[in-house]
């Protein structure tokens, strides 16, 4: 009985050993993949500054003979910053625990007053952007006791 419950130990101290591994394997892995994404977003976020500053000293340089980056082909982003650097990267935080929505979650995201004109005859754009936390709320059923029947309430 004795041999039975020491193995029983050993097996379970395997056990709880090799699943210890495994999370500090994955918890490096994902540590080391967000490593990587933030070292090219600050790739990309370094090559748009030198870009720009090596723009401002060629129109200082130059003055009214320099180029017209406003009109042409890079009219519509003149000014304007990538979308991939508006996205920032993901950190392993425990500030976004706290808020409680996970994947698969209903919700509700309101629409600025500057969306809600009425009369609008051309279509929206639509774009992937980031979006604040603060701006998201969660949808949830709620029961109610009046009416016998579940609700969303946000």
């Known amino acids: ?4 419950l020491k193995r029983t130990a050993q097996v379970q101290r395997q056990a709880a050993r090799r699943q210890r591994i495994t999370r500090s394997k994955n918890t490096s892995d994902t540590r080391k993949i967000l490593n990587q994404q ?3 977003y600050n790739q990309d976020r370094k ?3 030198v870009g ?19 009109v042409g082909d890079k009219a ?10 508006a996205q920032s990267v993901e950190k392993m935080d425990a500030k976004w625990k706290k808020w409680g929505i996970r994947e698969g979650d209903r919700v509700n ?3 600025p007053a500057y ?12 774009i992937e952007a980031p979006l ?12 109610d006791p009046a009416t016998d029947t579940f609700r969303d309430v946000i």
Request: aromatic share 4%.
């Open 47 to 49: 090559a748009v500054f």
């Open 38 to 40: 933030q070292k090219l």
């Open 115 to 126: 969306m809600q004109t009425q009369g609008q005859k051309e279509p929206l754009k639509t």
């Open 76 to 85: 519509d982003t003149y000014g304007s910053v990538p979308i991939r650097l």
């Open 52 to 70: 720009a500053r090596e723009a401002l000293r060629e129109i200082w340089a130059l003055g009214p003979l320099a180029p017209r980056r406003d």
């Open 132 to 143: 604040p936390l603060s701006s998201v709320r969660l949808v949830t059923p709620l029961h």
């Open 109 to 111: 995201i309101p629409t």
């Open 1 to 4: 009985m004795q041999k039975l």
